[in-house]
């Protein structure tokens, strides 16, 4: 790929000066007129192209080494853009919209023939859509005047950006344009649901809205049949659900959401997640630690706060607390980036609870260790 000029502008949230205004301004022009922006968001930074320009969505696709058949989330500015992009919205999705957005959740819905380009649905007669609460983005893409396709602004298969710098150390020199507003907040991708019929939704990719948030709103929450396995209670449960996720992945059908066929989030290292009881899973990562770098590996450990002083290895990152997971969502992404700097070549990360936003949190930890879970 031919390498380009990336622009960047830097725009806070709440800055409104002449100069926000203007960098707001070239971004959406950049974007309208068939180019590829990077843009912050609450959960990560996305790179956004108008999703009825095929070349344009190419380009995202080229620029990430996205697989094509991987569909791309939609985002809008206002519920008006739906009009036009979605067949009429039933009683159960309406619910879900006033509840949730602006916000981390996004909903797959019957798409109108030919509202954006194939690229976008990966050949789907559905697309998945969602409003983020992020200020710089809503502006943006209202200025843009055009729905959005965004996947995350990072190389395919490689952890998410959550700041600017992460964008920039994969996409500069990829891509037209980078606003630069910040760290993100939620830190993991939205949740990707789907409806199975009035008050019944699924959830294709757990995120930044908890399965018990989504049943406040909806009777029914099922979980896809993909993320079985994060909360099993015994090795063979976790292997055969694994196995069953694996097979599904290589089928040939495209995925009905980012996040649910190809492996993800990865560090550079191979990486081991480790669940089970604390006092066993810190024997077992501690034993297999020491036999690597008794054979001269850089190894690494991704635990937590109330953890870290339980390990010796070449690189001990916490991504935050057990006590309060979600800073662990936060700095999950920028923990394993954390270790490719460091040069660490074996990785073993400690499972956490599955519920509330752990379940999000235990699927990013297995997507980034390629699905290579051992219980203990």
């Known amino acids: 790929m031919m390498t380009i000029q990336t622009s960047t502008w830097q725009v806070l949230p709440g800055a409104d000066d002449r100069a926000s205004q203007e960098a707001i301004a070239e971004a959406a022009r950049l974007l309208s007129g068939g180019g590829v922006v990077a843009f912050p968001t609450e959960t990560v930074y996305g790179l956004g192209a108008d999703a009825r320009q095929t070349s344009a969505v190419e380009q995202v696709f080229a620029a990430k080494g996205r697989p094509s058949d991987n569909p791309l989330i939609v985002h809008i500015a206002d519920e008006s853009q739906l009009e036009g992009l979605v067949m009429p919205v039933g009683d159960t999705e309406r619910a879900l919209m006033r509840r949730f957005w602006p916000g981390p959740l996004t909903i797959v819905m019957p798409a109108v023939p ?43 298969g490689r952890p998410s950006p959550t700041l600017a710098e992460h964008v920039r150390e994969d996409l500069d020199g990829r891509i037209d344009g980078l606003v630069d507003g910040g760290p993100t907040g939620v830190g993991l991708e939205s949740t990707v649901v789907m409806t199975e019929g009035p008050g019944v939704v699924r959830i294709l990719r757990p995120g930044g809205i908890t399965a018990e948030q989504l049943r406040e709103v909806v009777p029914t929450v099922l979980l896809d049949e993909t993320l079985a396995g994060l909360d099993m209670a015994s090795s063979d449960q976790v292997a055969e659900a694994h196995k069953e996720a694996a097979a599904s992945e290589q089928a040939g059908a495209a995925p009905r959401s980012p996040g649910m066929k190809y492996a993800h989030y990865a560090p550079r290292g191979t990486m081991l997640l480790v669940s089970g009881k604390a006092e066993a899973v810190r024997d077992y990562i501690q034993r297999e630690v020491a036999a690597a770098m008794a054979r001269g590996e850089v190894t690494g450990v991704l635990t937590y706060e109330e953890h870290q002083n339980y390990f010796t290895a070449d690189e001990v990152v916490v991504c935050g607390s057990l006590e309060k997971l979600e800073t662990a969502a936060q700095g999950l992404y920028a923990a394993l980036r954390e270790f490719d700097v460091r040069g660490v070549q074996s990785i073993w990360a400690e499972a956490c609870p599955s519920d509330g936003i752990g379940l999000a949190l235990m699927n990013r930890l297995a997507k980034a260790a390629a699905n290579q879970i051992v219980y203990v």
């Not at 954006?116 to 969602?130: F, K, N």
């Open 114 to 156: 030919g509202a954006v380009s194939p690229r976008v649905t990966a050949g789907l007669d559905t697309v998945a859509v969602r409003m983020p609460q992020h200020e710089v983005a809503l502006r943006l893409i209202a200025a843009a005047n055009c729905p959005v396709a965004a996947p995350s602004a990072n190389r395919s």
